[in-house]
């Protein structure tokens, strides 16, 4: 029964995949390149109807337009800066999943690195602080305890 | 009390602060890229005329808006009677966008609700509202004597949004030189 169960779900599986890889393959492209162009920009450009998705994974009327605006300007041989800027210019540094390095973006790059010093820094102080424990060690009584512990038990 | 017990509570602060911030955004509004820019050129045929068309620059030199709407739209709907009333009063001038619509799903929508519009423009396969950054109909852009938008509502027009935004802006706006 759990066979059966388990080769079910794997044809489901299978087929979904085969699904998603047909839909990869309506579109063709004219070079390798533009096709990596083409994934590499639907995965990095925001939709901006639901937020938290990229164009790549939104099934947003506006993000299918917006995969064939992509695709037209990939293949008619603009680069990938060209097509964010085109994106930027019409939905703002908001449609970019990795926002331009600029002043109004400092914080939210450096600002990880930021902290991440800051903690770094205050967990040495922490450390150097600590007093030194002297190192305990066992005297011959208690040596003897172990070992007859551990003898008993072999 | 010890010197650094205060810190733990500093931070508490701090990060109530901002989550505080956090919860009154509004990260459905994003900040439109196209406030003091000249309205993106486009002609579009006319949804009531056939065989016309209609361009911004046909405008030129009065306050306007442009309100991106679409007969599939709930929201368009709901700030009709808001935006029409508006419009009406005002007597501004208004190209309405109509968005990636059927045109005789537009007309039957007009011809029930009423038609404020003094031009309509069909962007039936949307190039236009992706030239004009449109994510979320309706969208309603306010443009000056010269051509240049200077405000964008994004979402339905209320009647704060005529009171406290629109209205002001646009007495403004035609106290301007053109």
């Known amino acids: 029964m759990r066979a059966l169960l388990l080769s079910c779900l794997c044809t489901v599986l299978l087929l979904g995949a085969v699904n998603a890889q047909a839909e990869a393959d309506a579109l063709t492209f004219k070079t390798a390149e533009s096709e990596a162009d083409y994934n590499a920009l ?28 992509v695709y037209d300007m990939v293949e008619s041989g603009q680069s990938r800066s060209d097509v964010v800027d085109y994106m930027v210019t019409r939905y703002g540094d908001f449609v970019l999943y990795r926002p331009a390095f600029k002043l109004k973006t400092v914080l939210l790059w450096l600002g990880p690195v930021v902290f991440l010093l800051l903690a770094l820094w205050f967990v040495i102080r922490w450390v150097r602080k600590q007093p030194a424990k002297p190192v305990e060690t066992l005297n011959e009584t208690q040596r003897e305890t172990v070992r007859d512990l551990l003898d008993k038990h072999k | 009390m010890k010197k650094g017990a205060i810190i733990p509570l500093v931070i508490f602060a701090v990060l109530v602060a901002f989550l505080a911030i956090g919860l009154g955004l509004k990260p459905r509004e994003v900040p439109s890229p196209f406030i003091d820019k ?49 419009i009406r009063t005002e007597k501004v001038p208004v190209l309405g966008l109509n968005y990636k619509d059927e045109p005789s799903d537009a007309k039957k929508w007009l011809a029930a609700l009423g038609n404020p519009y003094q031009h309509i423009a069909v962007d039936y396969d949307g190039k236009a509202g992706i030239d004009l950054g449109v994510y979320g109909v309706p969208e309603t852009f306010v443009v000056d004597k010269k051509g240049i938008i200077r405000h964008k509502v994004t979402g339905p027009v209320y009647e704060e949004t005529v009171r406290d935004t629109l209205l002001p802006l646009i007495l403004k706006l035609r106290e301007e030189q053109g």
């Open chain 2, 38 to 86: 000249a309205v993106p050129e486009f002609s579009l045929p006319k949804l009531m005329q056939e065989g016309q068309t209609i361009s911004p620059a046909d405008l030129k030199g009065q306050v306007w808006m442009l309100n991106v709407f679409a007969s599939w739209c709930v929201s368009c709907r709901a700030e009709h009677e808001v935006l029409s009333r508006f």
């Open chain 1, 42 to 69: 639907i995965n990095e450009l925001r939709c901006l109807v639901c937020q938290n998705q990229n164009l790549a994974g939104s099934d947003a009327d506006l993000a299918k337009d917006l995969r064939a605006q």
